[in-house]
Every structure is written in structure tokens, then in C-alpha cells.
């Protein structure tokens, strides 16, 4: 299993299918740090060719939001959680990729609850003065 290779065969199938699997930045963040924590600065461009697919991105923004994944990723969700998005999103994975994102070393991010006002959620981001589109 290599994660880089696993992302950028999931990255295709986004792209292939159009994918917007990040709407909201709700999706956006978790992205960012589940690429981050497995794949390091390598992961960054499929980041980006994630990201572009939502009339949200803005490429300077996602770059602030990938390099502060990168300084305080704590390894807490993992390529598992984009896997999961994708699939929410409608991607259709061919098998091995499919089998790939079921690993047990794929962490899944699992949503805060929506009761919780989202201002609790990414105080850290919002201090490091990233914003989303």
C-alpha cells in the first residue's frame, strides 16, 4: 500500500467524475489534514486538484490551509476520511481503490456534531488567519 499512489488514483476519479467533495468548509479542513498527516508536502498539488473542483476554492487560501495542516496535523484522521467524503459525494471507486480507502491504517474523520457552532470547531485555523473562499 502506498498512500500517494492510492491518493492520486482517487484524485483521478474525482476529476473524472466532477466531483465537488469539499462544498463547505466543513469538508475542506478535514481534507487538508487527512493529506497532510499521510502524505506530507507530497500530498499538497492533489490538495489543490481536490479543492479546485468547489466554486469556493481559491488557490492562496488552500495553500494557507495546507501549510497550517502541515504544522499542526496530529495524525488524528487520515486518507480514510477523504476516501469517505468521496464516497458521500458519489465517486465510484474501482475495486482495489475501493479496498484501498477500507484499510485499517485509513483513518476516518468523523464530522463534529452540527449543534456545535463551528466557530468552537476551527478556532486554530481562524487564528492563523486562513478563511475560505
Same mark, same amino acid.
Given at each position: +500500500? $502506498?498512500? /500517494? #499512489?492510492?491518493? %492520486?488514483?482517487?484524485?483521478? !476519479? *474525482? %476529476?473524472?467524475?466532477?466531483?465537488?467533495? @469539499?462544498?463547505?468548509?466543513?469538508?475542506? +479542513?478535514? *481534507? =487538508?489534514? !487527512? *493529506?497532510?498527516?499521510?502524505?506530507?508536502?507530497?500530498?499538497?498539488? #492533489?490538495?489543490?486538484?481536490?479543492?479546485? &473542483? #468547489?466554486?469556493?476554492?481559491?488557490?492562496?487560501? !488552500?495553500?494557507? &490551509?495546507?501549510?497550517? =495542516?502541515?504544522?499542526?496535523?496530529?495524525?488524528? $484522521?487520515?486518507?480514510?476520511?477523504?476516501?469517505?467524503? !468521496?464516497? &458521500?459525494?458519489?465517486?465510484?471507486?474501482?475495486?482495489? &481503490? @475501493?479496498? =484501498?480507502?477500507?484499510?485499517?491504517?485509513?483513518?476516518?474523520?468523523?464530522?463534529? #456534531?452540527?449543534?456545535?457552532? /463551528?466557530?468552537?470547531?476551527?478556532?486554530?485555523?481562524? %487564528?492563523?488567519? *486562513?478563511?475560505?473562499?
Amino acid at each position: +500500500m $502506498n498512500p /500517494l #499512489s492510492d491518493l %492520486e488514483r482517487l484524485v483521478v !476519479a *474525482i %476529476e473524472k467524475q466532477g466531483a465537488n467533495i @469539499a462544498p463547505t468548509y466543513q469538508e475542506y +479542513m478535514p *481534507i =487538508a489534514f !487527512a *493529506i497532510a498527516n499521510d502524505c506530507g508536502e507530497a500530498g499538497r498539488s #492533489s490538495f489543490h486538484r481536490i479543492c479546485r &473542483l #468547489s466554486e469556493r476554492y481559491v488557490s492562496t487560501e !488552500a495553500d494557507k &490551509l495546507y501549510d497550517h =495542516a502541515l504544522k499542526g496535523g496530529n495524525g488524528r $484522521n487520515g486518507l480514510g476520511s477523504v476516501f469517505h467524503l !468521496a464516497d &458521500l459525494a458519489g465517486v465510484r471507486l474501482d475495486k482495489p &481503490l @475501493a479496498e =484501498a480507502g477500507k484499510l485499517s491504517n485509513f483513518q476516518t474523520f468523523v464530522p463534529p #456534531s452540527h449543534t456545535r457552532p /463551528l466557530g468552537t470547531l476551527y478556532r486554530g485555523v481562524r %487564528e492563523a488567519g *486562513i478563511t475560505y473562499g
